[in-house]
């Protein structure tokens, strides 16, 4: 995910992106051939392992990197600052990203040598304890946990946290656990956070423990919390507004200088101890990142690989016209791989209510086209549905085809339209105005005149994307969208995007799909306090929204950086799109 992991994959979906070392198969486009043959095969997409932990992988220290040593320090070099580094208002996957080694929270993701994730106890003994179906969640404390000036890290901390998300002041994190916390989306109405001295009678706390209870069952509630927004913050050292500026570590880092949009220094926080800690090693002396930075420029001295830049990391992707070289030149540096997000083309259910005329347009699609213009397979692997191989419960499945032919196929899409009689329909195709997605438009256009459809194109301004795209009125029939779980489960996946009760301005049903089937099975599927059960019902679910013809699947996005080679274990962070800073080393 605000800038959430969602708005993340807007903001960077027409790009060509990459990430973790999650190396998922794929082919079909890597050369130019990608048009006219229409039978490329193309692999599944590897799906990683997304297991419920126990007390006792909850305990610490985290496993060692084989060969890695601790000292050094690591630059970073970004283009931007980040937004936010206050907990609460973290939302946002590059804010995530620095403040893992900062902010710990109730429970987090052990990452394996496989790419495997393991939910497990963070700052909590274990990953919850659930009553009432879901309704009722509780959480212990670890002993040792201390804030960066020694002090204990207590249930007043953590329910404080919970508390100030419902403050004013505090309008970009995440929404969620408020709402289940008073059962209204106006959550503020109810509570309007701790300043005033008053503490929410939804949450309990007893001697090191911390109970809440929600007013609709959360099976899932323990993967929600490991989400930032929902980070400790010390009642004591609560600045408000001014905590943005520097939050207090209870993490391995604490923050040493921030010159806002120019450089942040993060050093060792001598109060984490890595015995209660089971996700983060922590390598590295120093981070100290530069902001500024122009992701060419960040690209091409981490290419150049002098002096300082060796023990460099992109903190951006690697851009399109750099591709190429970093992975000839420097493909020993480079690291990529599956991230969170999904891309999509939306087909507008309202308009286009014959279910056989959005068949066609999927049909036709050119999907290896459109990847080969946005990087090839640096792009992503084929995608045959909405749910990413990263979330638990994933599927493989090809309702559609695609991996078979990604090239599409016209001449089907054709005799699809000849039997529904729909010969000519017309369809809008919007686009998003920059070079890049205008020669998509071209492919696009062309595949569907093959067809038999008459096609309408409509440029549309980037920085008004999303509000014309997202109007329940818009004149469009087909227009890209990205999407990435908030959390590894299929709630945050399918609930916001294909539940019909959120159809309205500005909301994610994009493709305004009112399926009584489907809001059954996604009722059913939160509801299942199995979450073993329940990510097969997700799973399952993932097929039955594809079968809607309410999208066309496009890729499952990849993201692709680049270090300097004084640099080991370099990986990307599969929950934030990102370089892994706590499992990284300096060399030499």
């Keep these: 995910m605000s800038f959430s992991r969602r708005n993340f994959l807007i903001a960077t979906g027409v790009a060509a992106a990459s990430s973790s070392v999650l190396t998922a198969c794929s082919s079909g486009d890597s050369s130019s051939n990608t048009g006219s043959t229409g039978k490329q095969e193309a692999a599944t997409a590897k799906a990683t392992v997304v297991k419920i932990g126990t007390a006792e992988d909850s305990k610490g220290p985290a496993p060692e990197v084989s060969g890695a040593k601790k000292g050094g320090k690591v630059s970073l070099l970004n283009d931007d600052d980040f937004s936010h580094l206050d907990p609460q208002r973290i939302y946002y996957a590059w804010n995530s990203l620095a403040a893992i080694v900062i902010s710990r929270t109730l429970t987090g993701y052990k990452i394996g040598d496989d790419n495997s994730m393991t939910l497990v106890g963070d700052l909590a003994t274990d990953v919850g304890t659930m009553k009432d179906g879901g309704k009722t969640w509780s959480f212990t404390l670890k002993d040792g946990i201390k804030w960066e000036d020694g002090s204990d890290v207590t249930v007043d901390d953590v329910r404080h946290g919970f508390e100030r998300a419902f403050a004013t002041f505090i309008t970009e994190g995440a929404v969620y656990v408020q709402q289940w916390l008073t059962g209204s989306s106006d959550f503020r109405k109810s509570y309007s956070g701790p300043f005033t001295g008053k503490h929410l009678k939804s949450i309990e706390t007893s001697g090191k423990t911390i109970t809440f209870h929600l007013s609709e069952a959360r099976p899932d509630f323990n993967y929600v919390v490991a989400m930032h927004s929902y980070a400790p913050t010390p009642v004591?050292?609560?600045?408000?507004?001014?905590?943005?500026?520097?939050?207090?570590?209870?993490?391995?880092?604490?923050?040493?200088?921030?010159?806002?949009?120019?450089?942040?220094?993060?050093?060792?926080?001598?109060?984490?101890?890595?015995?209660?800690?089971?996700?983060?090693?922590?390598?590295?002396?120093?981070?100290?990142?530069?902001?500024?930075?122009?992701?060419l420029t960040a690209i091409d001295r981490l290419l150049a690989d002098s002096g300082p830049d060796q023990y460099a990391v992109s903190w951006r992707t690697i851009p399109n016209e750099r591709i190429a070289k970093a992975t000839t030149q420097a493909k020993d540096r480079v690291f990529e791989g599956l991230g969170n997000g999904v891309s999509v083309y939306w087909i507008n259910t309202t308009r286009i209510t014959d279910k056989k005329v959005r068949e066609a347009i999927i049909k036709a699609w050119p999907t290896a086209a459109i990847r080969q213009l946005q990087g090839g397979t640096h792009r992503g692997d084929y995608a045959t549905g909405f749910m990413s191989p990263l979330v638990a419960g994933y599927e493989s499945q090809d309702v559609w085809g695609k991996l078979k032919n990604p090239a599409g196929d016209p001449a089907a899409a054709k005799k699809i339209l000849e039997e529904a009689g729909k010969t000519g329909a017309k369809v809008v195709y919007a686009y998003q105005n920059d070079p890049v997605q205008a020669k998509i438009k071209v492919v696009v256009e062309q595949a569907l005149k093959k067809a038999g459809f008459e096609v309408v194109t409509k440029p549309v301004d980037s920085t008004t994307w999303y509000d014309e795209t997202g109007k329940i009125g818009n004149p469009f029939d087909i227009y890209w969208g990205g999407w990435g779980s908030d959390w590894p489960t299929g709630f945050s996946v399918f609930q916001p995007c294909f539940d019909s009760k959120v159809i309205a301005d500005g909301g994610q049903n994009y493709s305004h799909l009112k399926d009584p089937a489907v809001d059954a099975a996604i009722k059913a599927a939160t509801a299942e306090p199995d979450q073993t059960k329940a990510n097969k019902m997700w799973g399952a679910l993932d097929k039955q929204v594809t079968e809607t013809a309410s999208f066309v699947p496009d890729v499952y996005m990849k993201r692709i950086y680049l270090h300097g080679s004084k640099l080991g274990n370099v990986k990307m962070d599969p929950n934030f799109d990102g370089c892994m800073l706590y499992k990284l080393y300096v060399k030499s």
């Design 236 to 295: 004591k050292k609560d600045t408000q507004q001014n905590y943005d500026k520097k939050p207090v570590s209870n993490g391995p880092y604490k923050i040493k200088s921030h010159v806002t949009d120019k450089s942040m220094v993060l050093v060792r926080n001598e109060s984490w101890d890595p015995a209660t800690d089971p996700i983060r090693n922590a390598y590295p002396d120093e981070f100290d990142f530069t902001f500024g930075i122009e992701q």
